[in-house]
Nanobody, 125 residues
């Protein structure tokens, strides 16, 4: 059983930065692709950043490209999201997600992910 726990959320000023972390337990590692999703009140959950198993490929939503950076450390079983140049529209609850597999080229839907964390709130003013 895989468990995911996010941390690092909080409040930030527009133009500022936040770093999110996701600690995984259970059998994960390079054979699992991972992603960060976010959900704002009244909106659908959207994939903002995805990373393939072993971290060879990364993908970003157009709205965050050039501002957010996803990375993973499989030895530590951790996933990270660096959020820079934050905007008020980045305000949302951010979720870590994963599923067995290596490629995540088309894995943009929440239905593609089997395991989820509880989320961490990021508020930008």
């Amino acid at each position: 059983q895989v468990q995911l726990v996010e941390s690092g959320g909080g409040s930030a000023q527009a133009g500022g930065s936040v770093t999110l972390s996701c600690a995984a337990s259970g059998s994960t590692g390079s054979r699992y692709y991972m992603a960060w999703f976010r959900q704002a009140p009244g909106k659908d959950r959207e994939a903002v950043a995805r990373i393939s198993g072993a971290g060879g490929d990364t993908y970003y939503a157009d709205s965050v490209k050039g501002r957010f950076t996803v990375s993973r450390d499989d030895a530590q079983q951790k996933l990270y999201l660096q959020l820079d140049n934050l905007k008020p529209e980045d305000t949302a609850k951010y979720y870590c997600a994963t599923a067995p597999g290596v490629s995540c080229t088309i894995r943009t839907s929440p239905s593609h992910y089997e395991y989820w964390g509880q989320g961490t709130q990021v508020t930008v003013s």
